[in-house]
């Protein structure tokens, strides 16, 4: 049902998402101005509110564009069920403070920075690959897939403009790199990407003849998918390695 609304709704996420992020790093650092004038409490209860209409509205959109979208399903439903738990708390807080009081409403925005900080941590390893935040992704040699791909003529080509940009050092969807030719052959969670000597064999050749509207098809949804022009140099090239 989701996966039959207008893409744009999914893609609202990408815009909204900054949003109550905003929101609740402004109600906190409010809060705590709060304690030196007390007149300001009450602006902290309406962007608590604003921020739950954000928070909603930004879940929403994240689940059409989760419905729609190509992502690892692992990564994509922690993600998914933490940015509705997300909302839920916004949606708490705001309760809280309106109506439970001072004390209650405190600890609603204590438990909202808890969930946006998870919510947001599990998002970026959605799209960024769980290596994010690990030392060699901020030491990546930039040039380290050319160096490894060098020779390889077309073939670097064809890898560059379909794949890296999901399967690259600051990227990995699928725990998948594909800068470097190590890198594709020792695969991600669905296998090896190449398997020399043999291409049918390799999930980057199973992915790239599969009809476009397949779920499984690379590049994803309404790229442009690989041409038979292409396709001829990566397998003729991926059948002679290890010659």
Known sequence: MLSMLPP??????LLLLHLPIGLMVAAVLLEIW?????????????LLAVNAVAALLTAGAGLVLAAQGDYPEEALNWHRWAGVACALVATLAWWLRARKGLTAGRVGLVALVVATVLAGH???VLTHGPGLFSRSAWTSDPGAGDAAWAGVGEVHAVIAKHCVECHGPTKQKGRLRLDTVAAAVR????GAALVPGEAEAGELWRRITLPRAHRDAMPPGEREGVSSAE???????INGLGR
């Open 231 to 237: 396709r001829a140099e990566l397998v003729a090239w």
């Open 34 to 46: 709060t304690w030196r004038d007390a007149a300001a409490r009450p602006l902290v209860e309406k």
């Open 122 to 124: 599990l998002g970026s």
């Open 187 to 190: 695969g991600g969670r669905a």
């Open 8 to 13: 744009a709704l999914g893609n609202a996420h």
